[in-house]
């Protein structure tokens, strides 16, 4: 005889595993279980008699006898193939079971079909978990006129399985100061900052957007490589059924599309020789030994100046222009970068080129204005290999980030920050000395001397050489949650 089994398949372990109990204690076999979900009673048929999910399952034993040992592996893929959107996932996870009792190595044989096919189960289910973290796009809801309260914010997302809940503790986690709701055709989530809630209901797609999207796009143009363009990869990381949620996905067309124009002008831009005044500086360089250190000068201005002279190391031969920081002389932030890059090189003028852009956008999301800060770099040239018609950027050595220190300090010493900032492991060492690895350190704030906080976060160039757009999203929604704290440190 068959029985039948309503399950309400939200992705629930716990409901499956009272009925697979319940069916295996009763020594019930798997040809011998029609599982169901309660919403499929409109069936050829017409409606079953039970479609209550738990009703005429067998009685369950109590105690000891109604105890079942299986391998901790089992349960982590039960746990995830559960929440596939394939009917037949409890058939298949009662069949595992089942065959478990007699050959307790099952899940270590990967050639067998029904565990290969669990396995490509929860594969898929970890690839939907990636992607709901990567392609989640909150937009703001407007607070009613009069009304104050936390912001709220609202996102609409289509995994392919019942993934909601799994998922939302991420959110919750990332997310954590402001109110949210995410809404999916396969249930919800919600945070008000206290209570995570997760619902099995089916949502519409709500009608929102606001300036976020935006900044979506101006950062997806900005990361986008068109030197490193490979269609079908990209394809695959950003499947074309997750562009109509994403702001961004609108310009990748025409980004692929021009992509080799593009190309041909940043060779055309990327001058390789250095200007020729500098032809006189390498020849000063090469004469004598070190410069003797510039008279102290006593205002941003005059130090600006004598920087502009700078030959304390070798870098200055190649580089284009000395870039030293910029903002108000009364700053009360100081951000501390690496060194200038290409365009900054060419153009005088700190973090103006697709790190500078990263940064911006960090900056906008945290409501805070560049023009307040006072921007600068750990070393003042920069620093490259000529490659063909490319410059590309090298990492200044501890020597030369120790000479240039001397203009570091001088800047501190002038503008009297509260707060500085350092982004990225050079800046790090050139204010404390410290080699830490960043990750142990960075998004903490820490005494830099008695009358200033050092914080530190990562250079936004790394966010843009992270190959894996999901890492990347998730790395990046950190840089932005540590510039977010920022403007919470320096008020
Ligand atoms: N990277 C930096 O560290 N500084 C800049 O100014 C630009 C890129």
């Known amino acids: 005889m068959t029985e039948t089994c309503f399950l309400e398949g939200r992705g629930d372990l716990s409901e499956w595993r009272d009925a697979a109990r319940r069916f295996l204690l009763a020594g019930i076999e798997p040809k011998d279980i029609d599982w169901r979900l309660s919403g499929d009673e409109q069936g050829l048929f017409g409606a079953p008699e039970a479609t209550t999910p738990g009703v005429d399952l067998p009685p369950l034993p109590q105690g000891k006898d ?47 079909a029904d565990v290969a096919l669990a396995h490509r189960m929860q594969k898929s289910i970890g690839r939907d978990y990636h992607k709901m973290t990567a392609f989640v796009r909150f937009k703001e809801v407007p607070l009613p006129v009069g009304v104050a309260g936390r912001r709220r914010f609202l996102a609409w997302f289509e995994p392919d399985h019942f993934i909601v809940a799994r998922v939302a503790p991420f959110f919750q986690r990332r997310f954590n100061d402001m109110d949210w709701i995410i809404a999916t055709p396969r249930g919800g989530a919600s945070w008000d900052g206290q209570t995570l809630l997760t619902s099995n209901k089916p949502a519409q797609k ?16 900005s990361i986008f490589n068109p030197a490193r363009l490979k269609v079908k990869m990209m394809m695959t990381e950003m499947p074309k059924k997750y562009w109509k ?27 390789t020789e250095p200007l020729p005044f500098h032809h006189r500086l390498q020849k000063a360089s090469a004469r004598g030994p070190e410069a003797p250190a510039p008279a102290e000068a006593g205002t941003l201005h005059a130090l600006r100046q004598e920087a502009g002279r700078c030959t304390r190391c070798d870098i200055h031969c190649r580089a284009t222009q000395t870039v030293f920081g910029e903002g108000p002389a009364d700053a009360r932030i100081m951000i501390v970068g690496e060194q200038p890059g290409d365009q900054e090189d060419l153009a005088g003028r700190p973090f103006i080129g697709p790190a500078g852009r990263v940064f911006d956008e960090a900056l906008s999301l945290a409501g805070l204005d560049r023009r307040a800060l006072y921007i600068t770099n750990a070393v003042k040239h920069f620093k490259y290999e000529p490659r063909g018609k490319r410059r590309l950027h090298q990492r200044p050595n501890a020597g030369e980030v120790e000479r240039c220190r001397w203009w570091l300090t001088r800047e501190i010493d002038l503008v009297k920050p509260k707060l500085v900032v350092a982004m990225g492991a050079t800046a790090l060492f050139s204010l404390t000395d410290r080699k830490d690895r ?3 350190v960075r998004g903490r704030s820490m005494v830099l001397d008695e009358a200033r906080t050092l914080f530190v976060t990562v250079h936004p160039s790394y966010l843009l050489r992270i190959p894996d757009p999901v890492r990347r999203d998730e790395e990046l929604a950190r840089f932005r949650e540590d510039i977010g704290e920022i403007g919470r440190l320096a008020v």
């Open 66 to 112: 109604a105890q079942i040992a299986v391998p901790p592996a089992f349960i982590r893929l039960a746990d995830a193939v559960v929440c596939h959107s394939d009917p037949g996932r409890f058939a298949l996870l009662y069949r595992l079971l089942f065959r478990l009792k007699s050959e307790r190595h099952l899940l270590d044989v990967r050639t067998d």
């Open 206 to 221: 709500p009608e929102i957007s606001d300036e976020t999207d935006e900044l979506w796009r101006t950062y997806y143009a």
């Open 245 to 271: 949620n994403l702001p961004e996905a609108e310009l990748i067309p025409g980004l692929i599309a021009g992509a080799e124009a593009r190309l041909i002008e940043m060779g055309r831009r990327q001058a």
């Open 438 to 440: 960043l990750e142990d």
